[in-house]
């Protein structure tokens, strides 16, 4: 059988093909203003690559926060559960999960593939991507140079504010006071990675985690992570794809389903 | 959508009724009392001869009026209310105006945001304050409540020239009585599975429970009891959910529309508008002061310490509704149910319930993100 997961993310748009329980191929892509054209060019793309026709494609599964808009899809379930679906795919010995994508953070608890709770970030852009990505803008650098930037220093600087709008003036008064710029990218990194431990201890998640989503893929935060965790993080080897994974694989009539939307 | 049940009808025609009636007994002399909260009980109000509306407000478009004054971090119902005051005091048309209907309002000692928004309150409107006692099991308290009873009775007979005997207290107590059996009997009906109403649909009844007068509010509750018993009327289903927290006033039907657009199905709410409201009676057979300091104080509210009887009625509710997850609701800034979240989420880990705490103001900003926490809860719980 052959499905495709959507996961129509806030930043990023992400698809995955599978021929039964192999993944045949998976693209990544900024959503920019349309849910769908994202959606459907990297379906186009992906089939192409394939070497397969459309019509054999049985089962269209969306997710993601635009998951409803992608019209071609036949169910939309939540990124919750997806997520859990492709961690679980991937790592079956995973008993939670961070997420950290562009607009929210969440910890997933699994068990055998099947949420048992979870918890996301309030809302507004503290412990997020965004949060990375307007403060590296005021360091003056991309975000994965960030992640690296920070590895370098020894002098974390304090960055006390969790508002990202506040968080970046601070950065701009932490550049006019002279500290080095590795100094205020490990305070950065510091600062989200805190918040983000200080959700994953809320839920009482000590051991066998997985680290997904867009900032999974920032060295920096993993190491900062698993500093503060003091454990190993499982991070997947396209740790972005895991929800269009799950997608995909709820596609494929594994689980028993929810209501879906 | 189900198809809707005709006596719901009689509840949206109700409120001109009640607007005409209340302006016909203001000019023939009655005086109205607002009140913001379950703490003030009905029956002294009623006793001494006065009317009653609740001002609790749940629109978002008076927020910014409250802003000029207050806090923005306060919750939402205190700057809503406050809103509409402000509004309604300034000549503005954005609220519904029954603050120009009330001669007093009967204000109460609970959470700090509003004991202190009603210190503001006496530049727009006579405000009377009844002091409650902060730990309600304590063997002080009880007395304490009950002599501020009867000073409040006091207020109420100085107000309206009339004297407030036992014998009218006791009547007003067995009539409010008869709307909480009633009350009792409506959300019994809801613990079939399939329930026969959605939950928004009898929060709009409920919410209506602070405007009406109670004879034309049990019409309402009675006729709408006798069609769901006897009218086999389509069933709601989806997931049970029980949305436990802060009240939702007039205008804020958010997480209920939320819970129940996502295909799940409300079956009981533990709020101020749900079962807070009437779920324990007021004991007849005793000295009426007495029984009304009783019943009161029992209101399982976050604003008094310790709370543990607010934890077991939540579990208890959750078993005889047979819940397959709690929504636990509160208003931002809402810092007595926001805390008490933890103890109530301990307890229903400990019975295996799910739970799913949601933070939320009035505004439309974040029902997306809300559905998304729902969307996940409903598969999880399946």
Known sequence: MITLGIDAGAATTKTVLLIDREIAGYRVSNTAFDFLTAAKDLFSELIAASHIDENQVENIYATGYGRNTIIFANKAISEITAHAKGVYFLFPEVRGIIDVGGQDSKIIIVENGNVTDFLMNDKCAAGTGKFLEYTAKALEVSINDLGVLALSSNHPAAITSMCTVFAESEVISLRARGIAKEDIAAGLVSSIAQRIVVMTKRMGLKESIAFVGGVAKNVGMKVELEKELGIDLFVPFEPQITGALGAALVAQGIWREGPGS | ?382
């Not at chain 2, 006798?226 to 997480?255: D, F, Q, W």
């Not at chain 2, 078993?319 to 979240?341: M, P, S, W």
Request: proline share 5%; charged share 25%; net charge negative.
């Open chain 2, 1 to 382: 959508m189900p198809t809707s049940l005709s006596s719901l009808d009689y509840f949206r025609d109700s409120y001109e009724v009640r607007l005409a009636q209340l302006n016909e007994k203001r000019r023939k002399g009655t005086k109205i009392v607002g009140t913001f909260c379950l703490f003030v009980p009905d029956e002294i109000i009623f006793a001494a001869g006065a009317d009653r509306i609740v001002l609790c407000g749940g629109r978002t478009d008076t927020i910014h009026l409250a802003e000029q004054y207050l806090p923005r971090n306060i919750c939402p119902l205190i700057k809503s209310s406050f809103g509409a005051i402000v509004d309604a005091c300034c000549g503005g048309n954005l609220s519904c105006p029954h603050i120009q209907l009330v001669d007093v309002v009967v204000a109460e000692a609970t959470c700090d945001g509003k004991k202190k928004m009603y210190e503001i309150l006496p530049e727009y409107v006579p405000t009377y304050v009844l002091d409650l006692p902060q730990k309600p099991e304590s063997s002080e308290a009880i007395d304490y409540f009950l002599a501020e009873l009867r000073k409040f009775g006091g207020f109420m007979e100085k107000l309206t020239g009339n004297v407030l005997t036992d014998e009218v207290l006791k009547r007003e107590i067995q009539s409010s009585n008869e709307t909480r059996k009633l009350l009792r009997r409506l959300f019994d009906l809801r613990k079939l599975d399939p329930p026969p109403i959605l939950g928004s649909e009898i929060l709009s009844v409920m919410q209506k429970q602070f405007f009406l007068a109670p004879d034309q509010f049990r019409q309402g509750i009675s006729r709408l009891c006798e069609e769901l018993e006897n009218v086999i009327p389509e069933p709601r289903s989806g997931r049970r959910i029980m949305i436990s927290g802060c009240p939702m006033a007039a205008g804020n039907t958010k997480m209920s529309d939320i819970i129940e657009q996502k295909g799940g199905v409300t079956v009981v709410e533990e709020s101020c508008t749900g079962t807070r409201s009437f779920w324990d009676l007021v004991d007849e057979n005793r000295n009426p002061w007495d029984a009304l300091a009783e019943r009161y104080l029992e209101i399982p509210c976050a604003c008094m310490t310790p709370n543990d009887r607010r934890v077991a009625r939540i579990v208890d509710l959750a078993k005889q509704y047979n819940v397959d997850g709690v929504v636990y609701y509160t208003l931002q800034f809402c810092h007595a149910y926001n805390i008490e979240r933890l103890r109530v989420q301990q307890a229903l880990k400990k019975e295996k319930i799910p739970m799913l705490a949601i933070e939320s103001d009035y505004g439309d900003s974040d029902i997306e993100q809300i559905g998304v926490r729902i969307d996940a809860f409903l598969e999880m719980i399946s």
